[in-house]
């Protein structure tokens, strides 16, 4: 069984990278998907980053529009 951790996110550019992180330090067996609502400040761009970067373990989602809560 598998664990998948699910982060939305809105102009999370700042916070994404070290939030990632800790996640994969303290839970190293789980997967990480990132869903960003089209952030302006470029947390899309981020997520794409760290799923290269962490490839099998984090995912990104992108959605067109702010349609989150």
Same mark, same amino acid.
């Given at each position: 069984?598998?664990?998948?951790? %699910? $982060? ?15 996640? @994969?330090?303290? /839970?190293?067996?789980?997967? %990480? $998907? ?15 980053? @760290?799923?290269? /970067?962490?490839?099998?373990? %984090? ?11």
């Amino acid at each position: 069984m598998r664990t998948l951790v %699910i $982060l939305p996110t809105y102009n999370e550019r700042e916070n994404l990278g070290l939030l990632c992180e800790q996640i @994969l330090k303290r /839970a190293p067996d789980v997967h %990480i $998907l990132v869903i960003d609502d089209n952030s302006p400040d470029g947390t899309g761009k981020i997520a794409d980053e @760290l799923s290269s /970067a962490h490839s099998g373990r %984090i995912f990104s989602l992108h959605r067109s529009g702010k349609l989150g809560l």
